[in-house]
């Protein structure tokens, strides 16, 4: 370090000493704070985004929720626009709410919502503008333990939501070959057959060939609240004609 004319005086010198020492213990008790919410960069890339999501979730599972991103400086920030890192298309079911399950906050995710969490025609173009238009990097297809909708579809009680379990049915037939659990696997195969839906959707497809999409398929287990990702992302699927 240097020294100028100024440190010839004592007093000066004593001030100065005691300033960089506060200096120092502040810095030293930020390095002892517990890491906070990563804020979304502008421009996450697909994996940033399922890391933040997956932070979040860890969280959420501990009881150490920050809530990011929900104060009126956020919601004064988002008035001239939104740029959601993720999009998740989850089910109705009131008790997996996504902010809360990923510990997010306002602007953070663009979500699509319905019993079943199925690829409908409006949750489709919903995924298509917040990909095309906001710049979303992800797609995350999220069932969950217990869904209703599957659950009703699996026993054939369909009459209040015909046209969900049609979505739905695919997956149970797929499933009734498999062993273990038949809800369990009704529900990841859900999942998987919209993430392959979606993946293989032209104007999706060619956003994951051009690198600046992923659409990951998960499950959310009511009684951990963990998230479980099923699969390694869809990166490659060819666009269907
Ligand atoms: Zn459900």
Redesign the pocket.
């Known amino acids: 370090m240097c020294y100028g004319p100024a440190m010839q005086n004592p007093r000066l010198r004593r001030a100065l000493t005691g300033f960089l020492a506060i200096l120092c213990i502040a810095g030293l008790l930020k390095s002892l704070e517990p890491a906070r919410a990563a804020a979304p960069p502008s421009s996450a890339s697909p994996a940033d985004a399922l890391k933040l999501l997956l932070e979040g979730n860890q969280r959420f599972v501990d009881g150490k929720p920050e809530r990011p991103n929900q104060d009126t400086s956020r919601r004064a920030a988002l008035v001239g626009g939104q740029q959601p890192f993720a999009a998740i298309l989850s ?3 009131s008790r ?1 709410a996504p902010e809360i399950v990923f510990d997010r906050g306002l602007g953070d995710l663009f979500t699509v919502r319905n ?3 199925v690829p409908s025609p409006f949750a489709m173009e919903s995924l298509h503008y917040t990909t095309a238009h906001l710049g979303t990097p992800l797609i995350l297809v999220l ?2 333990t ?5 659950t009703a579809t699996l026993s054939g009680q369909t009459e209040d939501i015909p046209e969900t379990a049609k979505a739905i049915e695919p997956a149970v037939a797929k499933s009734k070959a498999m062993s273990g659990d038949a809800l369990d696997n009704a529900i990841s195969e859900n999942v998987r057959l919209t993430v392959q839906k979606l993946s293989t959707w032209k104007p999706l497809a060619e956003m994951i060939k051009a690198g600046n999409l992923q659409i990951v398929g998960a499950v959310y287990h009511l009684d951990s609240g963990r998230v479980m990702v099923l699969d390694e992302p869809a990166s490659s699927a060819p666009p269907s004609k």
């Not at 217990?146 to 599957?150: E, I, P, S």
């Open positions: 089910c109705s079911d997996t019993a079943g969490n069932g969950h217990k869904c209703g909708a599957v």
